[in-house]
T-cell receptor, first 118, second 118 residues
């Protein structure tokens, strides 16, 4: 069974601070996919990044960076120089690779509410 | 290039009524997923459909809930005889046809339908 744990429930930082959102996952599959989604106060879900289990290269996109560590089953997300617009709920999600090659469901963590104060 | 469309955005029903939630996937996407977000909880998978087929309904409640994705038109999530516990945000996501080889496609989410049962 798959499981995603986001142990932090709420984080509050002051603008321009760096912040790291933790994500730990469990899966018995050797091939799997990890995702981060952002849910701003308006309520929609915005895709941020996807990482395949066979690609451990870390990624940076502007102020966002992701650290994937298979050895610790973690896929952490860092926002550098946070801004008020980063205030949102952030979800980490996991999907397994089916033998059929078909798409499969996402298993989400409970989300981390990030508040960035001016 | 329109994203995933969901309507209505807000729906109010009285106990015992039926709720119909619609989802039009992104252009070129043939897979649709429904998720439910209960208050204070993360997103939970409900059902995964392709055109005219239910691929995975492992997250669907056994009674009162049904989903379809007809050959023409949007996907419909139907809740019969709604109860207060059905109040939640229902999100639809879509993804392209999978490329096989156990390669999961990214799911892109719609804005959600907020269902309130009085």
């Amino acid at each position: 069974a798959q499981k995603v744990t986001q142990a932090q429930t709420e984080i509050s930082v002051v603008e321009k601070e760096d912040v790291t959102l933790d994500c730990v996952y469990e899966t018995r599959d050797t091939t799997y996919y990890l995702f981060w989604y952002k849910q701003p106060p308006s309520g929609e879900l915005v895709f941020l990044i996807r990482r395949n289990s066979f690609d451990e290269q870390n990624e940076i996109s502007g102020r966002y960076s992701w650290n994937f560590q298979k050895s610790t089953s973690s896929f952490n997300f860092t926002i550098t120089a946070s801004q008020v617009v980063d205030s949102a709920v952030y979800f980490c999600a996991l999907s397994e690779a089916l033998l059929t090659g078909a798409n499969s469901k996402l298993t989400f963590g409970k989300g981390i509410t990030l508040s960035v104060r001016p | 290039n329109a994203g995933v469309m969901q309507n209505p955005r807000h729906l109010v029903r009285r106990r015992g009524q039926e709720a119909r939630l619609r989802c039009s996937p992104m252009k070129g996407h043939s897979h649709v997923y429904w998720y439910r977000q209960l208050p204070e909880e993360g997103l939970k998978f409900m059902v995964y459909l392709q055109k005219e087929n239910i691929i995975d309904e492992s997250g669907m409640p056994k009674e009162r809930f049904s989903a379809e994705f007809p050959k023409e038109g949007p996907s419909i999530l139907r809740i019969q005889q709604v109860v207060r516990g059905d109040s939640a945000a229902y999100f639809c996501a879509s993804s392209p046809l999978d490329r096989g080889a156990r390669l999961q496609e990214t799911q892109y989410f719609g804005p959600g339908t907020r269902l309130l049962v009085l």
